[in-house]
């Protein structure tokens, strides 16, 4: 008489890796809430793309061809402080969306910030991170746009992907390339903020 076959093994239970989140390849970030982008460098879990430039691979093997290399966007980080005193005036403009209506009971006088630090932050106000330049206006994300100083010390703009985007002079800004500024260029961002960059 042959031997019962020995019943099927039961499939072998998740890992503790396996139900934790997918991590960032650029900056070990945890994602959140399997969302599109890493709250820390925006790198794009759908698409693969980064705003980082990527590390460098081995060389490919006579046996396979190596794949051609992703598109990315390469940002030149800010070396020291900025040559010129600069400020950027923030202004409250209803006009720039006329569908939505604004909270016009409160006052809302002109800001100004310095632009005294290499790097400098805009989003939203109370958001995390901390933003440098904080924008009171909804339509801003928490991490919405940077001005980065060049090795010359001219200010440049680097928008982060933000969902309602940037204009910098009317024209939009493209996510992860960086944008050279002047004295009076004007920045519209989220639903009501104009932003004016000027040199003393």
Not at 67 to 94: H, K, R, S, Y
Not at 123 to 140: L, M, N, S, T, Y
């Given at each position: 008489?042959?031997?019962?076959?020995?019943p099927p093994a039961p499939p072998p239970p998740a890992s503790a890796a396996s139900l934790s989140p997918?991590?960032?390849?650029?900056?070990?970030?945890?994602?959140?809430?399997?969302?599109?982008?890493c709250g820390v460098?925006?790198?794009n879990f759908e698409t693969g793309q980064s705003f980082a430039p990527p590390s460098a691979s081995p060389?490919?093997?006579?046996?396979?061809?190596?794949?051609?290399?992703?598109?990315t966007v390469e940002i030149a980080p800010a070396v020291g402080a900025p040559q010129t005193a600069w400020?950027?005036?923030?202004?409250?403009?209803?006009?720039?969306d006329p569908v939505a209506?604004?909270?016009?009971?409160?006052p809302r006088p002109r800001l100004t910030f310095p632009l005294d630090l290499p790097e400098l932050l805009i989003g939203r106000a109370g958001a995390k991170g901390h933003p440098e330049i904080p924008i009171e206006?909804?339509?801003v994300s928490s991490r919405h746009a940077k001005i980065i100083f060049s090795a010359a010390?001219?200010?440049?703009?680097?928008?982060?992907?933000?969902?309602?985007?940037?204009?910098?002079?009317?024209?939009?800004?493209?996510?992860?390339l960086a944008l050279a500024l002047k004295s009076g260029d004007q920045i519209v961002l989220g639903r009501w903020t104009r932003m004016t960059i000027m040199a003393k």
């Amino acid at each position: 008489m042959r031997p019962a076959a020995a019943p099927p093994a039961p499939p072998p239970p998740a890992s503790a890796a396996s139900l934790s989140p997918m991590l960032c390849p650029n900056c070990g970030t945890p994602r959140d809430n399997n969302g599109r982008f890493c709250g820390v460098c925006r790198y794009n879990f759908e698409t693969g793309q980064s705003f980082a430039p990527p590390s460098a691979s081995p060389a490919p093997t006579a046996e396979a061809a190596a794949p051609p290399p992703e598109a990315t966007v390469e940002i030149a980080p800010a070396v020291g402080a900025p040559q010129t005193a600069w400020t950027v005036l923030i202004d409250f403009d209803p006009t720039i969306d006329p569908v939505a209506t604004p909270d016009i009971s409160r006052p809302r006088p002109r800001l100004t910030f310095p632009l005294d630090l290499p790097e400098l932050l805009i989003g939203r106000a109370g958001a995390k991170g901390h933003p440098e330049i904080p924008i009171e206006d909804e339509g801003v994300s928490s991490r919405h746009a940077k001005i980065i100083f060049s090795a010359a010390g001219d200010p440049t703009l680097l928008e982060l992907g933000s969902t309602n985007g940037t204009r910098v002079n009317g024209d939009a800004a493209t996510p992860g390339l960086a944008l050279a500024l002047k004295s009076g260029d004007q920045i519209v961002l989220g639903r009501w903020t104009r932003m004016t960059i000027m040199a003393k």
